[in-house]
């Protein structure tokens, strides 16, 4: 509303600017007429007197008829200024009532004069946006990944090793094959492939696996066979596994442990069927061996002498110790002495000094 009144104001002002002109240009124009009529009379003299009065009387008409023009826009003009003072009045009074409704009016045309801004802007399709933003992803991870490479943290990383009990850490971790110069992001993708180079390097090993924890931390967790005796060769003792292979590596005497087997086989293959079959007895039976023989006799080929550390001995074929030695459990505590068990034929005893 108050736009509008000041619009009327403008308006008023003009209007009156142009009334003053067109006064000022009838003034000029009967001023140059009366200077002209006597510069006319000066210089002819009375011969040109009736010339110029008949000059004098068309300026005359000329100034009657533009003070006719003048009077009658005059009137209108008075008219006009009117209707458009009884326009403001009617504009002050809307204000008067409601003085938000310009308040208002303003802000809806501020609105849309941002409105118009916004959409005289060039903005970027969102098909644009979509297509762009992919490569940008892919540009910006290519980027970081080269930095990466370049950098030292890409082959930093700490190596733990769990679940060894005859090897040591740092044997797991050769046996792994990975280096100080692999990149942590190449160990990662094949960390499976190293797991399998440390289960394919020991015959101790069970299984194998790698794990990673972020940033850089891989664990070598590994489980070994169980050892089910050991065999002497050349002054020196190796584990003799519940998988019936022998452990690469020598078990120093002192290691040994006070309950040990021994296993005087000399044949691998019996000692591999030997190792399978003690790896299914219970575990009380297996601690209380301690000295296996072959003692064949004419009927058994694969007759074995089982020493025992409680001072019994037990006969029984190879091909029969996952049958019949779990009998021995309830047969001891039956010996008042030392005695032999011949579980070769049937299961029966008899006193060691017989």
Do not use: C
């Not at 000029?28 to 010339?51: F, L, M, P, Y």
């Not at 098909?127 to 030292?152: H, Q, T």
């Amino acid at each position: 509303m108050k736009d509008r009144e000041e619009q009327l104001v403008r308006e008023e002002q003009e209007h009156m600017l142009f009334e003053e002109e067109v006064q000022t240009e009838s003034v000029d124009q009967a001023s140059e007429a009366v200077e002209h009529s006597e510069s006319t009379e000066a210089d002819d003299g009375a011969d040109w007197s009736d010339e110029a009065e008949e000059k004098i009387e068309d300026e005359d008409e000329r100034q009657e008829e533009a003070s006719q023009f003048l009077k009658s826009w005059r009137e209108k003009h008075e008219a006009y200024l009117a209707s458009q003072a009884q326009s403001l009045q009617v504009v002050r009074e809307e204000v008067e009532k409601d003085p938000d409704q310009g308040q208002s009016k303003k802000r809806s045309s501020f609105f849309k004069r941002e409105k118009k801004l916004k959409e005289d802007q060039v903005s970027i399709p969102r098909k644009a946006w979509a297509k762009a933003v992919p490569i940008y992803l892919v540009a910006v991870s290519v980027v970081l990944l080269a930095a990466y490479f370049i950098s030292p943290w890409s082959k930093q990383k700490q190596l733990k090793v769990t679940g060894q009990n005859l090897l040591t850490a740092e044997m797991v971790r050769q046996y792994s094959l990975i280096s100080d110069q692999d990149y942590s992001l190449t160990t990662l993708l094949h960390k499976d492939a190293y797991a399998a180079n440390v289960k394919k390097s020991s015959n101790l090993v069970k299984t194998a696996s790698i794990s990673y924890q972020f940033p850089n931390q891989f664990t070598i967790a590994i489980e070994e066979y169980k050892e089910v005796g050991y065999i002497k060769q050349n002054d020196a003792y190796y584990s003799v596994l519940s998988s019936g292979k022998i452990a690469e590596i020598e078990t120093a005497e002192e290691n040994l442990g006070v309950d040990y087997t021994l296993m005087n086989l000399t044949d691998k293959e019996m000692i591999k069927e030997l190792a399978l079959q003690l790896d299914q007895i219970d575990q009380k039976i297996l601690t209380n061996i301690q000295q296996v023989d072959l003692t064949p006799t004419t009927a058994t080929a694969d007759l074995l002498t089982l020493t025992m550390y409680d001072g019994n001995k037990i006969l029984i074929p190879l091909s029969q110790i996952d049958t019949k030695l779990s009998y021995y459990l309830t047969i001891a505590p039956q010996l008042s002495v030392a005695s032999v068990v011949d579980m070769e034929v049937g299961v029966f005893s008899y006193a060691l000094s017989q």
